[in-house]
């Protein structure tokens, strides 16, 4: 039931209302309803004041006076909209009497009309019956809705079994043995007869022959058929012979629905098989099913080829070609590997490229390159692949795995380690992680490979929210948990970060705003906060990290002691002056259990006082010959002009600092080597450091 709609003046709805007054004798009153309000006539004394107010119990709703004329009439208007209340007393005063009387506002309610829309469509899409709306009767059934109508429009129809069997002369199996009558239901054909289905306000009801089970209209029942198939597949009990006869029947029946050419319903089933087939990669291994499931992956990569080249139906292609490619190395088969090749290149227009998207179980992308189909790569000619998932996105050249043994399995995986972020997060401080971590792996005959003998191209795309004056960068996560920032460009087009590396492990977007308060347009900025964000260097408590102050001894062996990251020296520390309390025991105790330091005494190291350039330069050179870093001897005064000024017991350490690019002094050639080393130049050498170790060392 609704209200009654009687106008739209500046009310969105005006409501019917009826009113009803009692008077005395002595005051004639009527009223009437025009448009949008109430007319009070009133009928008295000839030229006498007539005065009248309309309330309730909480607030005057009209006051007003009025004179009458000469026949003692006047009006009172009131405006519908101005009453808001359910009754009124309504007061009139005239010649000194008092009348009252009351209003009662009723809403008057009118029954919705309860309708649905009924529409026949002949053979060949012939009109019958064009869409019309009748009303519904109590508990009617769309069957029985459906004959009403056609009765009251003289349009003759035969029913059994709760299935109209004939319409306007035309019956079941007139036009061949899958032809027939079949209803729909606001788009959707149910499962069940017309007798089961009842209506509802607004049902839109459509009646259609088909020669062709439904398929002609666009009810496929073998689209149930296809939905059952999927089942059978994602049930891990099915046996394998089960699964080869349900991929069959998908194959089957989504070639049919290839040929009515609705896109939107080729690509709602092409995800849903894609879904099940990326799932079955990793729980079956059975050839027979790899090969009809592959059948079925390219009718549907074939399909999507000639739609628009919207991003949804790229992707939909990538995820194709990712399956069959994992499928292909299942088969081992020289003529699926030269068709999987052949219909890449085809369908992608791309003679030299392949991008896919992995197959994708629990966070977790896998592709396998088994060595026939390597070979099959390289003499198609092939030059990279690009494997992606929802985690990340990684371009390869394809001479990597040439170059592997010929003879070994080449897996790619992809992993979001969900697992360990939320542990990961707990250690950020003030950074804020943007991305899942990602773990790229790559295995030859599942043994890893930590290090590629080339550079590979990985893209993380930013998934949290990154503020304006936040830093954003590209960390490697090594295995023992350290964090190095990695040199990487912003892709703003994909919102994505992009990086080049050599070597394989877990890698994450994290983002910081400002480090440190007194950095700006200092010369060390930039290396000082990339150490920062690295856990590497701390500031102080108000924000500032004081480059130009000098820097300790103790806090400069812990700040090397960090950025090696070697496994903890079994050593006895002989020195006095640290002791297991102070906060730099366990730095002095490693740095001298890995030969980086000495003390000024056998008893005294000195961690309190300032350190010097020289002393810097020594422990340098300490962990030059720590990582047997190697060189070419060079003279020392064929770079800085101090040579005779230089102490004999850092000449060997700053030779070796000198060469490698530790040391280079400042625009004059000039060391200074007594003056105290500042906190600004610390962090410099230690960036340094760490390029020489990375770079160099690894080298050798």
Request: proline share 2%.
């Amino acid at each position: 039931m609704t209200k009654k709609v009687l106008l739209t003046i500046s009310l969105s709805l005006v409501v019917l209302f009826s009113l009803t007054l009692s008077f005395g004798a002595t005051l004639d009153v009527e009223q009437s309803i025009v448009n949008n309000r109430i007319e009070i006539d009133v009928r008295g004394a000839a030229k006498s004041p007539v005065t009248i107010v309309i309330q309730d119990s909480q607030r005057f709703y009209y006051l007003d006076q009025q004179k009458t004329n000469a026949s003692g009439e006047t009006t009172f208007i009131v405006e519908l909209s101005d009453i808001v209340s359910n009754g009124y007393d309504v007061i009139v005063k005239n010649e000194g009497q008092v009348y009252e009387a009351i209003i009662d506002v009723v809403e008057e309610i009118e029954p919705i009309i309860e309708e649905a829309s009924l529409k026949i469509t002949g053979y060949n899409g012939k009109s019958i019956l064009s869409k019309t709306k009748a009303r519904i009767g109590d508990d009617e059934t769309v069957l029985d809705f459906t004959k009403r109508v056609l009765r009251k429009n003289g349009i003759d129809y035969q029913d059994a079994g709760g299935y109209l069997t004939s319409i306007d002369a035309l019956a079941q199996f007139d036009k061949g043995s899958k032809s027939g009558w079949m209803f729909s239901i606001n788009g959707d054909f149910p499962s069940v007869g017309a007798n089961q289905v009842d209506l509802e306000r607004g049902d839109y009801i459509e009646w259609a022959y088909t020669s062709d089970l439904g398929e002609d209209i666009g009810n496929d029942y073998r689209l149930e058929k296809n939905n059952e198939a999927l089942d059978i597949i994602e049930d891990e009990e099915m046996s394998d012979a089960e699964v080869v006869e349900a991929i069959g029947d998908i194959h089957s029946e989504f070639k049919t629905l290839v040929k009515n050419k609705n896109e939107k319903d080729v690509l709602e089933k092409s995800k849903a098989i894609i879904d099940v087939f990326e799932k079955m990669v990793f729980n079956r291994k059975d050839k027979e099913i790899y090969e009809e499931a592959y059948k079925s992956v390219k009718v549907i990569t074939e399909a999507i080829k000639d739609f628009d080249k919207s991003e949804e139906k790229q992707m939909q292609l990538k995820r194709s070609f990712g399956l069959m490619l994992q499928l292909a190395s299942g088969i081992e088969s020289d003529e699926i590997f030269k068709d999987l090749l052949e219909t890449m290149t085809t369908v992608t227009d791309q003679s030299k490229l392949i991008e896919i998207i992995a197959p994708e179980k629990e966070d977790t992308s896998k592709i396998s390159l088994s060595p026939q189909l390597l070979k099959a790569i390289k003499e198609k000619g092939l030059v990279a692949l690009t494997v992606g998932n929802t985690a990340g996105k990684l371009n390869m050249p394809f001479n990597l795995f040439y170059d592997l043994d010929s003879q070994k399995t080449v897996d790619i995986e992809i992993d979001s380690k969900k697992e360990v972020a939320e542990a990961f997060d707990k250690n950020l401080d003030k950074l804020k992680r943007v991305s899942p971590i990602v773990e790229v792996t790559i295995k030859k005959d599942q043994e890893v490979v930590h290090v590629l003998e080339g550079s590979i191209e990985i893209s993380i795309p930013l998934k949290g929210t990154v503020e304006g004056s936040d830093t954003l960068n590209v960390y490697w996560i090594k295995p023992d948990g350290t964090k190095v920032v990695l040199e990487s460009i912003y892709d703003d087009e994909n919102n994505q970060m992009v990086f080049t590396v050599d070597h394989l492990s877990q890698f994450v977007l994290l983002a910081q705003g400002r480090i440190f308060n007194d950095l700006e347009g200092h010369w060390a900025k930039e290396t000082i906060e990339t150490l920062a964000n690295q856990g590497l260097i701390n500031g102080f408590e108000d924000g500032n990290y004081y480059p130009k102050q000098s820097i300790t001894r103790g806090e400069f062996i812990a700040l090397v002691v960090r950025a090696l990251s070697e496994p903890p020296q079994k050593t006895t520390v002989t020195f006095e002056d640290v002791q297991p309390k102070d906060w730099f025991y366990d730095s002095v105790k490693q740095g001298y259990g890995l030969g980086i330091i000495t003390g000024k005494s056998e008893t005294i190291f000195d961690p309190n006082s300032q350190l010097t350039r020289s002393e810097m330069i020594q422990m340098l050179g300490n962990v030059l010959m720590y990582k047997e870093i190697q060189m070419v001897a060079k003279p020392i005064d064929e770079v800085f002009e101090e040579n005779n000024e230089i102490p004999s017991w850092v000449q060997s350490a700053l030779n070796r600092s000198i060469q490698v690019g530790l040391i280079k002094g400042d625009p004059s050639h000039k060391l200074y080597l007594e003056k105290q080393a500042t906190r600004a130049e610390s962090a410099v050498v230690i960036k340094r450091l760490l390029e020489v170790i990375d770079n160099l060392g690894e080298n050798q």
